[in-house]
């Protein structure tokens, strides 16, 4: 095993080339293969059994049905798995790819220029890094990200309209599937943050060596996430890693910890993790809807209306900057934060 020292000098040394994870592409890569190898013993959840899309497939949810549709089939989806994929939600396609064509222009720019911009301060309206994890876990991901908040103080409202619009109205759906009025969620400010993280994940020599995102829950109320064709997507489900395999023009929805604790385990924070691949890049655009580390003082917890005598509250109250500060610290390590909130 490789001494802890060992390892954190050789975090420090990449972070000090700031060419992040796509900068090892190059000759030099074998230099610092040892800190994104799998800890020994690889955590038992990494040995669950992958299966395809063709046993046990992501629920698919046509935004073209009628609306009562919609959200008995998101209840079931939130529900059951945690994260669904929706098609023909009105993003234009087009603006779906240049979306993802702007992601790759940025990480295949001249690495002086993105090193202008190479921080670990998530307080930062825009950073670019490696993967945030990288010294708080126990092993380093394949994954170059850089990430803007968009939200509270968007650098530019008309260029988000697609995210706003279809976020507000997957709200009031889990509104209205928890049997809520349909603007509750909103008006609770789950949409007041929106964290952008824009992944690159480059081609990786040694896929089975090592993860392009390891095993998390996401610190949101819910995330929305374009992915490329190359796929690499998995979340696990009835003990299974099951493929969230790319279909054009879909945006895959993930309920994150903050609705598991407020909705009282009544829908479910999906665990999921990315694949690493020979095959690159893969990219991928992660829309948070959260304030993260922004001061932000609202105080959430377990929602009055789910409750009663036969389902007293299971989780104690957070702050989102507060839940985030000790999500970021503790990294990607296969546990979730959310146990550290049950009563
Ligand atoms: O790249 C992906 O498909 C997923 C990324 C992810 O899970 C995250 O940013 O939280
Ligand atoms: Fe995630």
Redesign the pocket.
């Known amino acids: 095993m490789v001494a802890k020292n060992s390892i954190e000098f050789e975090c420090k040394s990449l972070d000090e080339t700031k060419a992040a994870v796509h900068g090892l592409v190059e000759p030099q890569i074998t230099e610092f293969l040892s800190i994104f190898g799998l800890p020994p013993p690889v955590a038992s959840d990494d040995k669950k059994p992958s299966v395809s899309a063709s046993d046990l497939t992501v629920p698919i949810i046509d935004f073209a049905m009628p609306r009562e549709v919609i959200v008995e089939k998101i209840k079931e989806a939130a529900e059951k798995w945690g994260i669904f994929q929706v098609i023909n939600h009105g993003v234009p396609l087009s603006v779906l790819e240049e979306i993802k064509d702007g992601v790759v222009r940025f990480h295949e720019e001249d690495p002086e220029v993105k090193k202008s911009y190479f921080s670990r301060d998530f307080a930062k309206t825009f950073i670019y890094h490696n993967n945030f994890e990288l010294y708080s876990s126990s092993s380093g991901n394949w994954r170059d990200s850089f990430g803007c908040y968009m939200a509270p103080n968007p650098p530019n409202p008309e260029e988000i309209p697609h995210v706003m619009s279809l976020g507000g109205l997957i709200f009031e759906i889990l509104s209205e599937a928890l049997v809520l009025r349909s603007e509750k969620l909103k008006s609770m400010d789950c949409m007041k943050g929106l964290l952008m993280l824009c992944h690159y994940y480059p081609p990786c020599p040694q896929p089975d060596l090592t993860f392009g ?1 390891s095993k ?3 610190n949101t109320f819910i ?1 929305m ?1 374009l992915q490329d064709q190359i796929g690499g997507l998995q979340v696990l489900h009835q003990d299974c890693w099951v493929d969230v395999s790319p279909i054009s023009g879909a945006l895959v929805i ?1 309920i994150g910890d903050f609705l598991q604790l407020m909705t009282n385990d009544k829908l479910k924070s999906a665990e ?1 993790r990315v694949l690493a691949n020979k095959v690159g890049p893969r990219i991928s655009v ?1 829309c948070f809807f959260s304030s993260s580390v922004i001061p932000n003082a609202t105080v959430y917890g377990p929602i009055k209306e789910l409750l009663s005598e036969e389902n007293p509250p299971k989780y104690r109250e957070f702050t989102v900057p507060e839940y985030s500060k000790g999500y970021i610290e503790k990294g990607l390590d296969g546990t979730s934060h959310l146990l550290n909130y049950k009563i």
């Open positions: 995102t998390h829950s996401d995330t996430l993930n999921h992660a």
